[in-house]
């Protein structure tokens, strides 16, 4: 546990916006500004204007107290989050990359930075927000990968986009998905041509109502920009 409270907390300080930094890791372990205001004993206005970068950057001893704060929080409503982050600890890297944003980003402008073309779901996308994506090996994850480091693909939240690579017609992936218990914010497949994407796919992801996107942006530009954020 010691590690991630060093993880989180190293986020925080070496962030170029560590308010919406401290604000993610609030909304990812589901705490309220009003529970967290009650635990440090400050004013929910003081965790307001640290969220928004109204105040000063937080210092060594504030990221503490609220790192702290987080999983004392969670502990008491039975330690769900910590354990999921927990979870999963194998080398998973040949399968595929869990990838964390430092703040909140909403699906459109998600899309517009990986240049992707919307297959199913344009009316689904408005206020959606993605706090991380996962870029996956299609073939590897479907053919060798362990059942037990699936749920390591969602990393600390469901809120995120699924890239898929490698994929042929989509009809693949779109079945992890519909036999996963938990549902990613969007899919994306890479490589694939908008008009090629299997028809089974295509109704999987409107049954599970979850955007489908297609992008030809090669790998290593996708993950330039995104981890930019």
């Given at each position: ?179 996963s218990p938990s549902k990613p914010t ?44």
């Open positions: 546990m010691d590690k991630l409270k060093l993880k989180i907390a190293g986020e925080i300080s070496l962030s170029e916006d560590p308010g919406s930094t401290m604000k993610k890791w609030r909304e990812i372990f589901g705490i309220t500004q009003a529970e967290l205001s009650k635990h440090l004993k400050i004013s929910v206005s003081t965790i307001s204007d640290y969220e928004s970068n109204r105040r000063k950057s937080p210092g060594a001893g504030i990221i503490k107290r609220f790192v702290n704060a987080l999983f004392e929080l969670d502990a008491a409503h039975g330690g769900i989050v910590t354990q999921k982050m927990m979870e999963g600890k194998s080398t998973t890297d040949q399968y595929f990359e869990v990838h964390e944003f430092a703040r909140s980003v909403d699906l459109a402008d998600f899309i517009k930075l990986i240049e992707g073309e919307i297959i199913l779901g344009e009316g689904m996308v408005e206020g959606k927000k993605l706090y991380g994506y996962t870029l996956i090996d299609s073939i590897k994850v479907i053919l060798e990968m362990p059942s037990n480091f699936f749920t390591g693909i969602y990393g600390n939240m469901n809120e995120r986009a699924m890239i898929f690579t490698g994929v042929s017609t989509g009809r693949s992936p779109m079945v992890v998905i519909r036999l969007a899919v994306i497949l890479h490589g694939l041509d908008k008009k090629k994407v299997d028809k089974l796919a295509v109704k999987i992801a409107e049954k599970e109502q979850v955007p489908l996107i297609a992008t030809n942006l090669e790998v290593s530009q996708i993950k330039e920009r995104l981890n930019k954020i």
